[in-house]
């Protein structure tokens, strides 16, 4: 990155709790007699107890795996964990519980693959480790010699994907996609609040004192269905303590069903709304002029640009109340400065704008003098780690790799955006892409517009991927490696730098790996010895762990025998002197007006530009989550597929009247490029604005090898077609595709509700969906592809 340059604890571990007040009771008192004899003991109990980290979502919850006759039989939240309630607190979600399932599923690939069909059908036949690896070397080493190491393309996700991109930027390429972690997730978060505020408070580093705040604004942030343990527990703290919320949300969201103020606003006009506030704070002397002076930098400019956004103004842009506007925004300024302005998570919304609304939101919280401050935003702690990397040398990166040029604020450390990749392995401009080598994502079902992401399929000479489950993504592959589930491997040192308390924890497996899974480790080195790269200087994870934690002084051996965690003081959280950003610069400043944007020629304050509206006839495609699932990672789980099946899709009460829709029909979508979804049963609530639709996402599998999770419910990522990219950083946006209903084999046209104000354009049904069109026909004639599609495509 260039500066100038929830509530829904699990059911299992309300279990676990109920076991320990169970023993304590006696109930148990003959099996724990038998612990003494050598009698079987039921379940769980006497079993092998291994410390770790879950990673059934990012959040990196530390967990107690337990392990009987070699099996892990149980997963429960670590005791010492000082985020997730400690002793017989500790919590892990439904999904964290159900790693057991993943570990076990009958569908897992557990031997290296090679495809005999075409590509997408799903045709394999089992080969040798050394069979797929010569390959894969092969392969990657004839693109590189034909056109480049541009000509390689790596898209990753998650801890296994790490060493492997080692090897890729050995090849030369920097066309490797930190995918959808970045490109598809925080990316115009990530720029917004390093621009404004010096350091990142999103992703996995949410630094929001949520249990001390006095008031919370939510912008499109659904806390309580996208649950991580931790966080959602210190939101339930912060409400429970009495802490006021506000929600900015076009859906009555679980965390709406928690606020004082539910504000349902038109998408896309939410920079309107903030601008709207935050000239309202200036106008009105509810900021902190301490603060400000002290530590910001740009008011003049930003109080200028911002007059003229009045509370009526944003009000008839927004959809939304003038005085429910009024009465958000005191309640904001009256908790100052002890007002958690989240900054979210997800921000790869509309393209053009995001960065923006982040910018607001950053700027909003400064405005507050919430930065810093308990119930605000606070600093992390710095947690001394030995800079060690598991690799020796990597070879200079190719200097013909411009796909990131026209995007400024697109970091080194992401590599390339995702849909450029996708556009030059279509397109060979500006170079032939060739190769693909995919880790820890399925991208079918997380990139916008997958009907373009197979048409570059199609154009590849060569696909890999390194992957536990048969996704869609697999079956589009040549050559399928067996990865490893987190329970059967050592990954990184992770740390948690925030509060109440930091800590230093370490993934190490519980078990052996299933089946000729290999460690990510493993296949990298192999991979690199057969590139010719003897890059990997380590024989074993266990040595990058040691050396990493050296600075701490301590051993893997003494944080096994610590019970898996070391806790230490957390400081600096408040202390805005000493702070330091992410660039290293000692002070804390902020910058009300970013001085790098208008180098770039952005504005160096938030702007509203309107995301186009729905063409007539149409809702916008709203998505979110369900609070048992990781996105399409989880569908196939055994447990977490017998609590949600198959999602249901959101249609504002009065929308369905007027169309004779009820609650609980089976409709299936059609998108701007008309394409259509699977059936999907309707929700049919006054808890969705009337230009809307929402789908949960994640469901609608495409893959027949996921026995469980095929065909069940709709894909929202298979109706969104349509995608502008943001001009930051190139993130790909998902709330720009639209949807009609089809009931009953009949298209049927959603009503206007809603007269849409004079700043909105209206999207034009002719500008989208040139590559849909085309797979489309192609579609048509192939009957393999049919697998892939979706009915009525
Ligand atoms: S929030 Fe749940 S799934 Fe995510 S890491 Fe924690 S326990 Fe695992």
Not at 173 to 178: F, G, L, V
Not at 203 to 211: H, L
Not at 426 to 445: D, R
Not at 696 to 702: A, K, Q
Request: glycine share 8%; net charge positive.
């Amino acid at each position: 990155m260039k500066r100038r340059d929830f509530l829904k604890l699990s059911a299992g571990a309300s279990l676990a709790l109920a076991g320990l007040r169970l023993r304590s009771e006696g109930l148990f008192r003959k099996a724990y007699a038998a612990e003494a004899g050598g009698e079987e003991l039921p379940g769980s109990l006497g079993a092998k107890e291994v410390p770790s980290v879950c990673e059934m979502c990012f959040w990196r919850c530390p967990i107690v795996a337990k392990v009987k006759h070699g099996k892990v039989v149980k997963i429960e939240g670590n005791p010492k964990s000082p985020t997730n309630g400690r002793g017989d607190k500790a919590r892990v979600c439904a999904r964290g519980n159900s790693g057991v399932k993943l570990l076990y599923d009958p569908d897992r690939v557990l031997h290296p693959l090679k495809r005999v069909g075409e590509r997408g059908e799903g045709k394999f036949v089992k080969i040798s480790w050394d069979e797929a690896l010569d390959e894969v070397a092969y392969n990657l080493k004839k693109v590189k010699e034909k056109y480049g190491p541009h000509a390689i393309a790596y898209f990753d996700h998650g801890a296994s994907a790490e060493a492997l991109r080692e090897v890729f930027k050995a090849l030369g390429t920097e066309n490797y996609s930190n995918e959808p972690a970045f490109f598809q997730c925080v990316g115009p978060v990530a720029v917004a609040y390093i621009s404004s505020l010096g350091y990142l408070t999103s992703g996995t580093m949410q630094y929001t004192d949520m249990a001390n705040a006095k008031a919370m604004l939510l912008v499109g942030s659904h806390i309580g269905e996208n649950v991580h343990v931790s966080h959602v527990m210190s939101f339930v703290d912060g409400l429970s303590k009495g802490a006021k919320l506000v929600v900015v949300d076009p859906r009555f969201s679980v965390a709406a069903g928690k606020a004082d103020l539910w504000l349902p606003i038109r998408p896309g006009t939410d920079t309107a709304l903030l601008l709207a506030w935050i000239n309202y704070v200036i106008e009105h002397d509810l900021y902190d002029k301490e603060f400000v002076s002290k530590y910001c930098e740009g008011f003049e400019i930003l109080k200028k640009k911002v007059k003229g956004w009045t509370l009526e103004k944003a009000a008839r842009i927004c959809d939304l109340p003038k005085d429910k506007i009024e009465e958000a925004i005191k309640i904001l300024a009256a908790a100052r400065p002890h007002v958690l302005i989240h900054p979210g998570r997800h921000s790869a919304w509309y393209g053009k704008g995001d960065v923006y609304r982040h910018q607001a939101l950053a700027i909003l919280a400064a405005l507050f003098g919430s930065v810093g401050t308990p119930g605000g935003l606070y600093f992390p702690t710095h947690v001394p780690l030995a800079p060690v990397s598991c690799v020796r040398e990597i070879k200079p990166r190719s200097s013909d790799t411009p796909l990131k040029e026209k995007y400024p604020f697109s970091g080194p450390i992401p590599g390339s955006p995702t849909h450029e990749i996708i556009k030059a392995t279509l397109t060979g401009k500006p170079y032939p892409i060739k190769a693909w080598g995919i880790c820890g994502v399925n991208i079918l079902q997380t990139i916008p517009n997958p009907y373009q992401t197979m048409e570059a399929i199609k154009k590849l000479d060569f696909i890999f991927s390194f992957e536990i489950l048969p996704t869609e993504t697999a079956l589009w592959s040549d050559i399928v490696l067996p990865d490893t589930v987190y329970l059967e491997r050592y990954d990184d040192v992770y740390v948690y730098d925030g509060l109440p308390e930091c800590y230093v924890t370490v993934r190490q497996p519980a078990v052996e790996p299933l089946g000729e899974a290999r460690t990510p480790l493993w296949v990298a080195k192999q991979l690199a010895h057969r590139l010719g790269f003897e890059i990997f200087f380590t024989e074993n994870e266990t040595d990058i762990i040691n050396d990493k934690l050296r600075a701490l002084n301590v051993t893997l051996k003494d944080l096994q025998e610590q019970g898996g965690i070391i806790t230490l003081p957390a400081k600096g959280a408040y202390d805005r002197e000493n702070f330091r950003n992410v660039f290293g610069e000692k002070g804390f400043k902020v910058n009300l007006a970013v001085e790098d944007f208008e180098d770039e020629d952005f504005s160096p304050v938030p702007v509203f530009e309107p995301t186009p509206a729905p063409p007539k006839g149409f809702a916008r495609l709203i998505y979110g989550r369900v609070p048992v699932h990781t996105f399409s990672r989880t569908m196939n789980n055994e447990w977490l597929h017998h609590e949600w099946p198959e999602n249901h899709a959101w249609i504002n009460d009065e929308v369905a009247a007027k169309l004779g829709i009820k609650d609980g029909d089976e409709i299936v979508f059609e998108n701007q490029d008309g394409k259509r979804s699977l059936p999907v049963k309707a929700k049919v609530t006054p808890g969705i604005r009337p230009d809307c639709i929402f789908l949960p996402h994640g469901f609608g599998s495409l893959s027949q090898k996921l026995r469980r999770a095929y065909r069940k419910g709709a894909s929202d990522q298979f109706l969104i077609t349509h995608y502008v990219q943001d001009p930051f950083m190139g993130a790909s946006s998902h709330r720009t595709s639209f949807v009609r209903i089809v009931k009953d084999g009949k298209v049927l046209d959603i009503p206007e509700l809603r007269p849409l104000p004079p700043e909105i354009p209206r999207f034009k049904l002719a500008a989208a969906g040139m590559m849909g069109g085309q797979c489309e026909k192609m579609m048509k004639k192939k009957k393999h592809h049919k697998r892939m599609t979706i009915e009525g495509c």
